[in-house]
């Protein structure tokens, strides 16, 4: 019992210890409440200067707040409510930064209803109203009046989020032109008119990855009219006004 009691420490140096711990508790806690490392600059980078910029002004309220008060989950909220902002990382560099990279949304879709238009992201979700859609290329998906179009959500037409998150995929011989969305349907209007019909949203990277090399061997994209059925896979089936086929 000697020997233990050699090795257990001293009074002195348990009282130094909780000193130290004390002080090291009591100057976080000083500056979480002090201005000693508040917010001074918040540093954005990733995607357009558009989308840096609402970053910087939903983060307005962070400044004057101490580094170490920053909170995860507050960010996330106002970050990822800007609607071309997919997701984002961020950094405290000590003193006075607040440090911020943003993931943007990627446009791959117009959905038209009416004489409206709206730019919508890989996810499904709607960026924005497009004024001038006659100026962009991208596919087009038509919708109903009575379908709610809400700027920052997905778009609430059937497999429309599929659809998008299709196009993201690659492109395909001839280019995209339209996007038909049902319930078990789903159909990519090539640009001279082939239709390639994907069936239910299952699988799509499969699906199009079949349709991407029969188009590319057969040249039947640059045929116009006719259809490739991926819906199944291994039975695919192309059908076109012209020698082409099989």
Do not use: C, W
Not at 66 to 87: C, G, N, W
Not at 88 to 116: C, K, W
Not at 191 to 200: A, K, P, S
């Amino acid at each position: 019992m000697p020997e233990l009691s050699r090795l257990a420490p001293s009074a002195r140096s348990l009282l130094v210890g909780f000193a130290l711990l004390a002080l090291a508790v009591g100057g976080y806690a000083v500056a979480r409440e002090t201005s000693l490392f508040a917010v001074e600059k918040v540093e954005v980078a990733g995607g357009t200067p558009q989308v840096r910029a609402a970053v910087r002004a939903a983060l307005a309220g962070e400044a004057g707040k101490s580094l170490l008060r920053v909170d995860e989950a507050e960010l996330a909220q106002r970050i990822t409510a800007i609607p071309t902002v997919r997701s984002f990382t961020y950094d405290r560099s000590f003193p006075h930064t607040l440090r911020i990279v943003v993931r943007p949304e990627r446009a791959v879709l117009i959905v038209r209803q009416g004489a409206n238009a709206f730019l919508v992201a890989a996810t499904g979700r709607v960026m924005r109203p497009l004024k001038n859609p006659r100026l962009s290329s991208l596919p087009r998906l038509y919708v109903k009046k009575d379908v709610a179009i809400q700027v920052g959500e997905r778009v609430p037409a059937v497999a429309a989020p599929a659809a998008a998150a299709a196009l993201h995929g690659g492109s395909l011989p001839g280019g995209v032109r339209f996007v038909r969305a049902g319930k078990r349907e789903l159909t990519l209007v090539l640009g001279g008119g082939l239709q390639l019909r994907l069936g239910d949203p299952g699988d799509l990277r499969l699906k199009l990855a079949i349709a991407r090399k029969i188009l590319t061997q057969t040249g039947a994209a640059r045929v116009g009219g006719g259809y490739l059925d991926v819906s199944v896979p291994e039975r695919s089936v192309l059908a076109v006004n012209s020698q082409v086929g099989g």
